[in-house]
Nanobody
Framework: QVQLVESGGGSVQPGGSLRLTCTVS????????MGWYRQAPGKQREFVAR???????TYTDSVKGRFAISRHNAQNTVDLQMNSVKPEDTAVYYC????????WGRGTQVTVSS
């Protein structure tokens, strides 16, 4: 059974940093894609960042230069380093992987507030 578990969420002040980690279990090979989406209150879920098995990274415009995604194939984890966070980054962050189909985690709350 494939499971994705996010960790590292919490509250942070504007301008601060936070690191999210997603741990994947139940997959016998490296996922083709690992990434993050987020959903703010009253809004649709939106793409944040992804990284392919080859290491190619893609970001939504609003986080370019502030967020960095990385994957660790030996541990089957994917991280999202969030720097210079803004109040508009407040959302539930969901990890996802693509391995024959999409799999999703349950999400972790990130709140940016002074």
């Amino acid at each position: 059974q494939v499971q994705l578990v996010e960790s590292g969420g919490g509250s942070v002040q504007p301008g601060g940093s936070l690191r999210l980690t997603c741990t994947v279990s139940g997959i016998t090979d490296r996922p083709d894609v690992m990434g993050w989406y987020r959903q703010a209150p009253g809004k649709q879920r939106e793409f944040v960042a992804r990284i392919t098995r080859a290491g190619s990274e893609t970001y939504t415009d609003s986080v370019k230069g502030r967020f960095a995604i990385s994957r660790h194939n030996a541990q089957n984890t994917v991280d999202l380093q969030m720097n210079s966070v803004k109040p508009e980054d407040t959302a539930v962050y969901y990890c996802y992987v693509v391995f024959r189909r999409d799999y999703w985690g349950r999400g972790t709350q990130v709140t940016v507030s002074s």
